[in-house]
């Protein structure tokens, strides 16, 4: 998308044009093989897993359904990066544009919420770590994190963010692992090293961008400032 917006370059007979590409297909490479491949545990723990497949769904067409909804969400992710580099562009205010945005997500998510979910003992907050995460996500997760992704996307562009998606996969694991207790498995490990290989490529290649765009305007600036002269000689 990115690449159709013209906000990408792909060159793939420049060395920085192939490392993105190839560190974002390992990169993705890496969160799959995280969310298919599980292999031996490597850190047992004692606690009980939670079944979540209480849908009345078969496990087949629960991995369809969520892998369809999955793909959905990424793209309507990319999109949301297209269309924010376009209004920050326009409008920088990151502040802003995260209180807009915020504010069209509570009102998406309350309506989404009254029609799922009717039991009216359901929206009882207790002084428990139901509460610690609610508050965490609405200071932290929403506000924060907006400003933080937007104002990183008027610096250094969409693509820079959303190479971090795939890292946050690895984050989300070595915290569960660490604060919930749960079982290190193979494939993360495995997975998490790939993700890692990806996403220095990727950087390594976007650096490489940076500086050759760096190198070509001082010159651009020379050659501005010495026809200038000549320019002035000329008119009367």
Same mark, same amino acid.
């Given at each position: 998308m990115w690449m159709v917006s013209r906000m990408e370059n792909l060159d793939l007979r420049?060395?920085?044009?192939?490392?993105k590409s190839i560190g974002t297909i390992v990169s993705i490479t890496?969160?799959?093989?995280?969310?298919?491949?599980?292999?031996?545990?490597?850190?047992? /723990?004692?606690?009980?897993? /939670?079944?979540?497949?209480?849908?009345?769904?078969?496990?087949?067409?629960?991995?369809?359904?969520?892998g369809f909804l999955?793909?959905?969400?990424?793209?309507?992710?990319?999109?949301?990066?297209?269309?924010? /580099?376009?209004?920050?562009?326009?409008?920088?205010?990151e502040l802003m544009v995260t209180l807009i945005c915020c504010?069209?997500?509570?009102?998406?998510s309350s309506i989404v919420s009254l029609i799922a979910e009717r039991n009216p003992s359901a929206w009882r907050l207790r002084p428990d770590l139901e509460l610690i995460a609610i508050v965490y996500a609405a200071v932290f997760v929403a506000?924060?994190?907006?400003?933080?992704?937007?104002?990183?996307i008027r610096q250094k562009g969409p693509f820079f963010v959303a190479m971090f998606q795939p890292v946050g996969i690895v984050i989300a694991v070595v915290m569960g692992v660490t604060l919930l207790g749960d079982t290190l498995?193979?494939?993360?490990?495995?997975?998490?090293?790939?993700?890692?290989i990806g996403f220095y490529t990727v950087m390594w290649g976007k650096a490489k961008e940076e500086k050759i765009l760096q190198d070509i305007q001082p010159h651009g600036m020379e050659s501005s400032s010495y026809n200038a002269p000549l320019l002035q000689n000329i008119t009367p």
């Open positions: 420049a060395r920085s044009s192939c490392a890496g969160a799959l093989t995280m969310t298919m491949y599980e292999g031996p545990p490597i850190v047992f /723990t004692s606690s009980t897993s /939670t079944n979540l497949n209480g849908n009345g769904l078969s496990p087949q067409a629960s991995w369809v359904v969520g999955t793909a959905i969400a990424a793209f309507l992710l990319a999109s949301l990066y297209v269309f924010q /580099t376009s209004i920050i562009t326009a409008y920088p205010a504010s069209f997500v509570v009102v998406q506000p924060l994190g907006n400003v933080a992704s937007i104002w990183v498995y193979l494939g993360s490990v495995v997975g998490a090293v790939i993700i890692a």
